[in-house]
Each structure stands twice: as C-alpha cells, then as structure tokens.
C-alpha cells in the first residue's frame, strides 16, 4: 500500500485551491541563497553554456545519492521522502540560470514564492535517474523517464473549435480552451503549445483506463484518489462557461498542477510513467533525452570513481550495444547512410537492455574483447536504469582480470568536486560556539 500521507500531499482533495501570487510562502534559507547567487551554489561561470549547468546539477545530484547510499538499496524506499534542502536549492539555481539564457528570469524570480508553493521543485535527487518504465507496456519495454518534472501554465485563451456530434448547421462550431504549458524536464525547458481542453479530457481518460488499468489490482484506493488527477473536464468547462477574464488561466494553473501531480504519481505508486502524458499531452520525448543524459552522467561518475580500488567486470558485448544507443546521432544530410544490422539506419537503436553477465562463465576471455572494467558508481546507476545485473564481478584494480581472485564489493565514491557551496555556506552560517562555562564553585 501507498504512504496515504505522501499520495494527499501530490493528489491534493477534491478542490484545487489557487493561491494568488502576492502569498508569500516561507523560503528556506537555501533557497533564498540560490535565488541570490544560483553561480556560486551550482558554481559555474557566469556565462556558462546551459549544458554545463546540467552537468552541474548532474553532480549535485549525484553526490547527494551517494551520501544517502541510493546506490546501495532499493529506489522504492526513497521515492517521496522529503528531498535535502541543497537539492531544492540546486532546482532553483538551474532554473534561474536557464531563464537567465531565455532572458526571464525576472519573471521566473517574480514567481517564485508561488513556485515553490506548487511543487516545482519538489522531489529528490534519485528523481534524475532514468528509472521509470512506460506504463501499458511489457515490463522488459527498454524505454525509461525520469521523474525530475515540473509543469506550469504560460498561456491559456478561448478558441472556437468545429464542434462533435451530428452537424447543425453549415459550420458547427463550440466553445473550448487552448493551453500552453511550460515543462522543465531534466534540466530541459520545452512549451506545449496549442493543447486544448478537448484533447485533454479525451487523453487523461484513456491514461486513466487502459495506461493506469493496473494500478487498480495493485492498490485500488490509490487508482482512486488518482483518477481525481485526470478528471478535468469540470475546470475546463466552468471556464468556457465563465464571463471573467482570468477564467482561463485559472483553469489552466489547475490542470498543470493535476499533470505535474499525475507523473510523479505514477512515479511513486508503480514507478512508472504515462507514455500518453509526456509524449503526447506534454510533447515531450524521453527517450531522446534518456539518450542524451546517459553518456554525460556516465562520464561524470567515471571521474569520480578514478580514486576507487575495485572495478566490476561487463560484458564488452553489451558496452557495444550501449555505446551504439548512448553515443548514436543521426546522419548528416547528403552523407552516405550507414549499413546497420536491421531498423531504419535513420531512427535510433533501441537501449541495450539489462545488464548482463551470464556470458562471462566462459574460458579463454580476454579483457578489452570480451570484457571490460567500470567503476562501482558507473556499474550501480547503469543496473538501476536498465536494469539486470545478477552475479557481479568485482576486481582489484591492479588485477583486473576475469580469472583473479574477486574482490570485497566497493561503495559506491561518485563525484566530489560538486556542491561544495553547501559546506561553505554551513561554515557562514554556523553560529559561534558559546563560551565555556566557568567551573562551579567549590
């Protein structure tokens, strides 16, 4: 069964409550710092190029899991725990820089009390990992999402539609909303644009019946409490039928919320996501951006296993296959297209799929053919996002051999170069200690 407590908290009761923006919310003292200098907490230069922030967020991240040992135990039991306060001031920081490029900050600083407010920056650090499978899918689909989202409403409007049902009249027309929706996924800002109300009740329907159809065998009373997350035609239609003005962008504030709560739901609940949500309603593409993560995040935690005394041994076969997914673009225009075993050499290779070992019970392997050593951070998120491993294999460093004795399995090191504002910023902050008591009399 779910944390009811937690599932309240993302599915909110019946009425969607719209705080207006001049209600201040209580800040941390992180977040504060982020919003006052976002280079120094995710310390990059002031001109920095938005991939280096990512990278930076990356490693934050990163390094906050190595530290609550996520790497070591299941992901299950950190999903909806409060997140570290550096991490929510990590969020803040990257969003400023990335509207600082976009030349909107001052917007984004305007709203940020109401941002906080509606759970843009809620989560955890293991909500980078591409760890969430696609629902209504076989569970061995190699596809995976991250639950690092946070939706907003940019834009909502009243349009005249071609109206459904029998025709009327020459040109049957009807009432109905369009929205725009501003989506920050990993790192990635991306607008939905021109999403109507329609294709909203039409799409959060199907997700509530065939994709979440399994969520009701495994715990009815939360499909419950969900399924209030997909019913919007209520708030879609008191806004058609509404005279006021802000009807619309009050509707679409509600909505945004519902979706952002939806994914993360899902998340918590089946680790799962909603292929209908994010490809389609949201428009986004995952897997492109699971694609694009892997090789600078495996790069990353190769860094910082370089001081690490034991490696674990993986097959070369399936590094090949995840190289040729992780470091694939497509064919220049005019360039000669590539032989490829099978599939449109235009499109994608699939993810290699679990990891596996099985094939190194062999005789005669060699290391660099068959085999290859990585570091015990890059072996640990490569299983948690793909999955598998099985029997492991670790090695000393200076006997990386399949056929040496095996070694004592390694923690996992990751990266140690980020986040150092969050020690320094405890040092300004830290009180001075009080002086000594004097002795009691005699």
């Known amino acids: 069964m779910a944390d009811f407590s937690f599932l309240d908290a993302i599915c909110g009761d019946d009425r969607d409550v719209i705080e207006e923006d001049h209600i201040q919310p209580n800040l941390t003292s992180s977040i504060l710092n982020a919003v006052q200098a976002p280079h120094a907490v995710l310390d990059v230069p002031e001109n920095a190029p938005p991939w280096v922030a990512r990278d930076r967020l990356r490693l934050n991240c990163i390094r906050l899991l190595a530290r609550q040992g996520v790497f070591s135990r299941a992901l299950t039991n950190n999903l909806g725990k409060k997140p570290p306060r550096a991490h929510a001031a990590a969020l803040v920081a990257h969003a400023l820089l990335d509207a600082k490029a976009r030349r909107t900050s001052g917007e984004l600083e305007r709203r940020m009390s109401s941002l906080v407010h509606d759970g843009a920056f809620d989560g955890g650090p293991c909500d980078l990992l591409h760890v969430l499978r696609p629902l209504a899918q076989k569970r061995s689909t190699p596809k995976r999402a991250s639950t690092m989202i946070a939706v907003r409403c940019v834009g909502a409007r009243r349009a005249l539609v071609a109206a459904q049902g029998p025709s009327v009249g020459p040109e049957p027309t009807a009432m109905d909303l369009r929205f725009d929706f501003e989506v920050r996924y990993c790192g990635r800002t991306s607008v939905a644009r021109g999403v109507t109300g329609a294709f909203l009740k039409r799409s959060l329907s199907l997700i509530l019946t065939r994709e979440l159809a399994e969520l009701v065998k495994a715990d009815p009373d939360s499909h419950g409490r969900v399924a209030k997350l997909c019913a919007v035609s209520a708030p879609i239609d008191k806004a058609c039928r509404s005279r006021q003005p802000e009807a619309p962008s009050m509707a679409g504030r509600v909505i945004a919320r519902r979706l952002q709560s939806l994914h993360r739901a899902t998340a918590v609940l089946l680790r799962a996501y909603s292929p209908m949500l994010l490809e389609e309603v949201l428009q986004l593409d995952p ?129 140690s170069i980020v986040a150092a504002f969050v020690s320094r910023r405890a040092r300004l902050r830290r009180k001075p200690a009080p002086p000594p008591k004097p002795p009691p009399p005699p």
């Open 287 to 415: 897997d492109r951006v699971w694609r694009e993560e892997e090789p600078r995040v495996a790069r990353l935690l190769e860094a910082g296993d370089a001081r690490s005394g034991v490696l674990y041994l993986v097959d070369e076969r399936w590094l090949a296959t995840w190289r040729a997914w992780a470091f694939w673009s497509p064919p220049k225009p005019g360039a000669g297209v590539p032989e490829t075993k099978g599939g449109d050499p235009e499109l994608p290779p699939s993810a290699p799929g679990p990891l596996s070992s099985s094939r190194l019970t062999s005789d005669g392997l060699k290391l660099g053919a068959d085999y290859r050593a990585i570091g015990p951070s890059l072996y640990a998120y490569l299983v948690l996002c793909h999955g598998g491993g099985g029997a492991r294999l670790p090695r000393a460093r200076g006997a990386v051999d399949l056929y040496a004795l095996p070694a004592e399995q390694a923690q996992c090191v990751a990266a």
